[in-house]
């Protein structure tokens, strides 16, 4: 099943949860991926969960690079919000190599870069690659319905929006959920937002015709 998805890219957010959790398998399933010529991209929480992902996966396989937005500009900072110049990620995934960005943007007239929410460059990532699936880690494992508390299965965007406003959903969820909408409207194929923690949690969706948590792609989910 896999097979199917050679010479296109996937984008993986990853939270601090799943980068510390003990027994993680991100690194493994990240170095599966890339041996199957699927194009891993990873976003990071923050820089020092890039380095410690691209230490883990360089003891096993001399691929991942850690890049800042500022690295080739590929993150340039905009009055408009996160803004996305590919060409290096493609470049690097074409080579075989697995991209690790820290999610900061670069400031053009600034002395330094400035912090952008990952979730939200995970999402503009995506899009700009056209990446084929992007994968959300949050602990929640999904999204719960506030009426039942119901895992949903899957989103419409327009739906996965609306979720995205809803004040009963935690806040940090809501940015996840409103990046995976926002990534599948521009394109890409389908959006999933799962527990990281879980194991080979990156790779189900390639290897069984069932995702986990909840995805957001062009079904409609009907309350209870």
């Known amino acids: ?13 990853v939270d601090d949860e799943s ?14 991926l890339s041996e199957a010529r699927v194009r891993p ?3 990071a929480p923050d820089a020092a969960g890039a380095r410690n992902i691209v230490r883990t996966i360089n003891r096993s396989a001399n691929v991942a690079v850690a890049l800042s937005g500022s690295d080739a500009a ?5 009055p408009g ?3 996305v110049q590919a060409g290096l990620l493609q470049t690097l995934t074409g080579a075989g190599y697995i991209p690790v960005i820290e999610p900061t943007a670069f400031a053009v007239f600034a002395p330094g870069d400035t912090s952008v929410a990952a ?13 084929v699936r992007a ?8 999204v719960n319905d506030p009426k039942t508390q119901a895992l949903i299965d899957e989103l419409t965007p327009a739906e996965a929006l609306a979720l995205a406003d809803d004040a009963r959903v935690p806040i940090d969820l809501r940015a996840a959920i409103r990046a995976a909408a926002l990534g599948v409207r521009s394109g890409v194929a389908a959006a999933q937002i799962v527990d990281g923690r879980i194991a080979h949690a990156t790779i189900v ?20």
């Open 41 to 43: 991209i990873v976003v």
């Open 1 to 13: 099943m896999m097979d199917s998805f050679a010479g296109k890219a996937i984008v993986v957010r």
């Open 119 to 131: 979730d939200e460059v995970a999402g503009a990532i995506a899009a700009a690659v056209d990446a």
């Open 205 to 224: 969706e390639f290897l069984t015709a069932r995702h986990t948590g909840t995805q957001v792609a062009g079904g409609i989910y009907l309350a209870a």
């Open 74 to 78: 590929i993150l340039p900072q905009t």
């Open 135 to 142: 994968i959300f880690f949050h602990a929640a494992g999904g």
């Open 81 to 83: 919000g996160v803004r």
């Open 19 to 32: 980068v510390h959790a003990a027994g993680s398998t991100l690194a493994e399933d990240l170095q599966l």
